[in-house]
Every structure is written in structure tokens, then in C-alpha cells.
T-cell receptor, first 112, second 117 residues
Framework: LAKTTQPISMDSYEGQEVNITCSHNNIATNDYITWYQQFPSQGPRFIIQGYKTKVTNEVASLFIPADRKSSTLSLPRVSLSDTAVYYCLVGVLSGSARQLTFGSGTQLTVLP | GAGVSQSPSNKVTEKGKDVELRCDPISGHTALYWYRQSLGQGLEFLIYFQGNSAPDKSGLPSDRFSAERTGGSVSTLTIQRTQQEDSAVYLC???????????????FGPGTRLTVL
């Protein structure tokens, strides 16, 4: 299974753009990259998913370089409510199995 | 519609006792996952169900852990002879079955906080 590495924590200020990078050096050809957000005492919530290049939705962008050995979650203009733990997940639908590995998570703290 | 629900929300038990944790997935979701999250740690995959069968049990930490799913809906995670190291938040997620290779979006429940004294 692909192992992922993320920074333990990051601080930012309201209104800034935040970029969180996840390393996954042994990502497999069929693996996708997914990011989840988790608030205290809640289950994680899906943010964005991609396979290569760039994906954008209403809350975030995901940048994946050509070698796919890392990915960067970009949160534009963060607010205090974006303070949470962000998890990088690498995996694939493989037949009947789900090979999914969560990273250790990055605690993002947004300061006023 | 209703999200994933889990019960109980909190469970305190004594070492050596058995516990059952319940997960009610979103109606119509065929895939169901169990994870464990220890204090301040990331998510540890335990088991995955597709319908009532569990093609991936690779994450179950020991034979004290078992899980079943009936009717393609409710799932129960059972921990026998609990140990203090079993203390954690147990999270359940469900997802709809989709075609293609991308992992399905998982919808998580609020978790069950298990404390083994």
C-alpha cells in the first residue's frame, strides 16, 4: 500500500491561501488521491479527489505533478472555520477490495 | 437524507468484557468501512464490506475483532475480551457503489468513543 507523509501542523491567517502537501513516493499506477477534512468529534468529510494534473471544485484545488509522487491541496482565502485536520488518502478500487491508506493528517490552524 | 449513524456514541467498559458497536449506513450505500482512530492519531483501516461480504479484512488487528453486516445495511463491529489498547474512536463510513477505478466518496459517521478501563 502506498505510504503517505504530511506535515503535522500548519498555521495560517484568515484570508490567506493555504497549501498542504502530501508525499506518496510509492503511489501505484491505478491509485487516486483523495483529501478529507475532519473537525473535532466528527467523522472526516470528503473535500476533493484527483488522479493527475489539477482538479478544482467549489472549496479547494488539488495539484498533482506529472510523477504523481506528491499532491498539494490548496484552500483559497481560509477562514477560522477551516481550522481542522486534513487527511491525504491514496488508493484504488481494485476488484472487490478497497486498498486505502490514510495519511497521518495535518492540523491546520487559522488565526484571526 | 439521513447520514451515517453509529451507536453508542460513547462506551465505557472494563478490561476483558466484550463490546458491540453498531453502524447504520446511508440507505442504498452498498460499501461500508470501519476505521479506528486513537487519540491524536490518523485513521487506521479495519475492514471493508461490499454488500454483506467482507473482501478486505486486512486491517483487523487481532482475532478478538470481528464484524458482520446483514441485509446489506447495518453492520456490527465486535471486540471480544477488550484490552486497554482498544480504547479509541471507531468510525464507520459508507459509500455508494460506483463504476470506474476511483475510490468512492466515503461518508463518515460521528464515531463511537470506546474507553476500556
Amino acid at each position: 500500500l502506498a505510504k503517505t507523509t504530511q506535515p503535522i501542523s500548519m498555521d495560517s491567517y484568515e484570508g490567506q491561501e493555504v497549501n498542504i502537501t502530501c508525499s506518496h513516493n510509492n503511489i501505484a499506477t491505478n491509485d487516486y488521491i483523495t483529501w478529507y477534512q475532519q473537525f473535532p468529534s466528527q467523522g472526516p468529510r470528503f473535500i476533493i479527489q484527483g488522479y493527475k494534473t489539477k482538479v478544482t471544485n467549489e472549496v479547494a484545488s488539488l495539484f498533482i505533478p506529472a510523477d504523481r509522487k506528491s499532491s498539494t491541496l490548496s484552500l483559497p482565502r481560509v477562514s477560522l472555520s477551516d481550522t481542522a485536520v486534513y487527511y491525504c488518502l491514496v488508493g484504488v478500487l481494485s476488484g472487490s477490495a478497497r486498498q486505502l491508506t490514510f495519511g497521518s493528517g495535518t492540523q491546520l490552524t487559522v488565526l484571526p | 437524507g439521513a447520514g451515517v449513524s453509529q451507536s453508542p456514541s460513547n462506551k465505557v467498559t472494563e478490561k476483558g468484557k466484550d463490546v458491540e458497536l453498531r453502524c447504520d449506513p446511508i440507505s442504498g450505500h452498498t460499501a461500508l468501512y470501519w476505521y479506528r482512530q486513537s487519540l491524536g492519531q490518523g485513521l487506521e483501516f479495519l475492514i471493508y464490506f461490499q454488500g454483506n461480504s467482507a473482501p478486505d479484512k486486512s486491517g483487523l488487528p487481532s482475532d478478538r475483532f470481528s464484524a458482520e453486516r446483514t441485509g446489506g445495511s447495518v453492520s456490527t463491529l465486535t471486540i471480544q475480551r477488550t484490552q486497554q489498547e482498544d480504547s479509541a474512536v471507531y468510525l464507520c463510513a459508507s459509500s455508494p457503489r460506483t463504476s470506474g477505478r476511483a475510490p468512492d466518496t466515503q461518508y463518515f459517521g460521528p464515531g463511537t468513543r470506546l474507553t476500556v478501563l
